[in-house]
């Protein structure tokens, strides 16, 4: 079994059980509520304890070089292109098999019913583009980033450890922190409507894998 070969076994072995052939999203997806009313801010559970603890040892094992601290001219994270380390295409089949699927639901957004996983990544592949890259958070590089808004329709943060301190991601317009267990995934609208943050981590170091979805224009 390999990370780098997306297959049904792949998803068997690192895909979180709780998001495979549930009846209804409403089981394992939550949404954070103040005073009863929602938010828009939701936790998704996406890998399994496997795939994070495999991943984050993969991520201890990459050559410094690779890593950037600019590619975002506002707010720039320390991060990794997953095409760079040749995980983008495994990634993007997760993508439009299971992340985006979910935000249509979840966000009441029209989408068409599909039957088969081959037709479903077709589709969206038409419909929909994605960033995706790696970003780790280290006491001696950056372990904060500033209150700021995504350049996405919707964003999925996928937390990857939890061998740190301090850290989680702050909405500044809720005054909501949220730090899901690994392979859980924040999912959030982009654009303006909900400007976040990291907060500081105070030790360890804290990984997270980071999709900026938008719509094609036809």
């Given amino acids: 079994m390999s990370l780098y070969e997306f297959n049904d076994a792949w998803v068997g072995k690192y895909i979180h059980p709780n998001i495979l052939d549930v009846p209804d999203l409403s089981l394992v997806v939550e949404e954070y509520k103040i005073n009863n009313v929602g938010t828009d801010i939701y936790t998704v559970p996406v890998f399994s304890e496997t795939f994070c603890n495999e ?84 006491l001696n590089k950056q372990k904060v980033l500033g209150i700021h808004h995504d350049q996405s329709l919707f964003t999925y943060n996928i937390v990857l450890n939890n061998n740190f301190t301090g850290g989680g991601t702050y909405f500044e317009k809720h005054a909501v922190t949220v730090s899901p267990t690994p392979g859980y995934a924040i999912l959030a609208p982009g654009l303006v409507t909900h400007k976040h943050g990291a907060k500081p981590i105070t030790s360890g170091e804290r990984y997270m894998m980071v999709s900026f979805i938008n719509k094609l224009v036809s």
Avoid at 57 to 70: A, F, M, P
Avoid at 86 to 99: A, K, Q, T
Avoid at 100 to 119: D, G, Y
Avoid at 121 to 136: G, M, N, Q, S, Y
């Fill in 55 to 138: 991943f984050s040892y993969l991520i201890q094992t990459l050559d410094e070089e690779k890593w950037t601290n600019g590619r975002h001219e506002n707010y720039p994270t320390n991060d990794i292109i997953l095409d760079d380390i040749g995980l983008g295409d495994v990634y993007r089949s997760v993508v439009f098999n299971f992340l985006i699927p979910v935000a249509l639901e979840i966000f009441k957004m029209p989408h068409p019913s599909i039957e088969t996983p081959m037709e479903r990544e077709e589709l969206f592949k038409k419909d929909f583009k994605t960033e995706d890259f790696l970003v780790r958070y280290l």
